[in-house]
């Protein structure tokens, strides 16, 4: 069975920093994408980051580019989010999910879905 699991999510004021995790299990990463993606009540979930095996390539959103980090650790089949310079803005539930393929933060495959991290960032 596929999954995927999300850590490290809390508070932090802004201009800190987080790191989250997504622990994949049921399958490994190498053949897969994980893309990370964040939601408030009321609105769209949006893609933040994505990075696909496959190619080897890396995307991120506009609003985070240069302040997020994604990385991988394929011995460990972890996903790594490292956040820097958070905004009030950035405060969101923070998901990961598990596909195919990623081509600009958007992923294609059957998606499997972590239950999420809440991060929130205090002005």
């Known amino acids: 069975e596929v999954q995927v699991a999300e850590s490290g999510g809390g508070l932090v004021q802004a201009g800190g920093s987080l790191r989250l995790s997504c622990v994949a299990s049921?399958?490994?990463?190498?053949?897969?994408?994980i893309g990370w993606f964040r939601q408030v009540p009321g609105q769209m979930r949006e893609g933040v980051s994505c990075?696909?095996?496959?190619?080897?390539?890396?995307y991120y959103d506009d609003s985070v580019k240069g302040r997020f980090t994604i990385s991988s650790d394929m011995a460990r089949n972890t996903v790594y989010l490292q956040m820097n310079g958070l905004k009030p803005e950035d405060t969101a539930v923070y998901y990961c999910?598990?596909?195919?393929?990623?081509?600009?933060?958007?992923?294609?495959?059957?998606?499997?879905w972590g239950k999420g991290a809440l991060v929130t960032v205090s002005s």
């Open positions: 990075i696909s095996s496959r190619d080897g390539n890396i």
């Open positions: 999910a598990a596909a195919e393929v990623c081509i600009d933060t958007i992923l294609y495959g059957d998606l499997t």
């Open positions: 049921g399958f490994t990463f190498d053949d897969r994408a």
